[in-house]
């Protein structure tokens, strides 16, 4: 199940507030401003800071 879009439309990054988007796998949220990619585990975004992984150059 994709995430609802309700949800995306008020979701952020917690670290600087930008704008995330759904990865190309469906299975994270990507932050271009902060270069991470916070998880989605069982249809659930994990959006703490110290869980996010960092995007690869």
């Known amino acids: 199940m994709a995430i609802n879009k ?8 917690p670290k ?10 469906g299975d994270g949220l990507i932050c271009d401003n902060c270069k ?5 585990k069982d249809d659930i975004p ?3 800071i110290d869980e996010a992984k960092p995007l690869s150059e």
């Open 6 to 13: 309700e949800l995306m439309d008020i979701l952020v990054c």
């Open 16 to 25: 600087c507030k930008g704008d995330i988007y759904l990865n190309a796998a």
């Open 36 to 40: 991470l990619l916070y998880e989605i």
């Open 46 to 48: 994990i959006m703490l």
